[in-house]
């Protein structure tokens, strides 16, 4: 299963607002630098740049992330795509879309998502069909729970 990761980042400048530059919430707190958007997709462990997008630096995050896994999609030509990325990705719509698609996501859910004592419950049902593989002091297989 191929795996394509997403992350959205900022660049700041001094130049004056334009089109690309536009003054807005800077998390790096310099509300006084105009600022693009770069949203770049990676391949493989190694990290290799596969789409990049330049935008506005007011746009928002989860809406940069449909049209990067168009692009992808269209690159790649394959189903059963994974796709990484922070919570923006994570979003319903985002969500909804790729499941519809065929893919797969991976996004940490927020605390809207999935409250703490479900997050709690889900983690504990998993960890009964994890397999660890070797045990390291035994040098024997261990399946279940943590030991």
């Known amino acids: 299963m191929a795996r ?4 959205a980042t900022i660049a700041q400048s001094f130049k004056d607002p334009s089109d690309l ?3 807005g919430y800077a998390k790096h707190r310099r509300k006084d630098l105009a600022q693009l ?6 391949i493989g462990s190694f990290g290799m740049p596969l789409c990049v997008e330049v935008c506005n630096g007011a746009a928002s995050d989860d809406v ?3 049209p990067m896994i168009a692009r992808v999609e269209k690159t790649l030509d394959s189903q059963g ?4 990325g922070d ?16 893919h797969y996501y991976l996004p940490p859910l927020s605390c809207v998502q ?8 889900l983690v504990k049902s998993a960890q009964e069909f994890i397999y660890f593989g070797e045990h390291y002091s035994t040098n024997r297989r261990v399946h279940g729970r943590f030991k």
Not at 37 to 42: C, F, G, N, R, W
Not at 90 to 98: D, E, L
Not at 114 to 121: E, I, R
């Open 64 to 66: 940069l992330y449909l």
């Open 21 to 23: 530059f536009s003054m």
């Open 114 to 121: 999935v409250s703490f004592s479900h997050l709690q419950d």
């Open 4 to 7: 394509a990761k997403y992350d």
């Open 37 to 42: 958007k770069i949203m770049l997709s990676t």
């Open 81 to 84: 795509l994974l796709f990484v």
């Open 87 to 102: 919570t923006k990705l994570g979003s319903w719509g985002n969500r909804c879309t790729i499941a519809q698609k065929g």
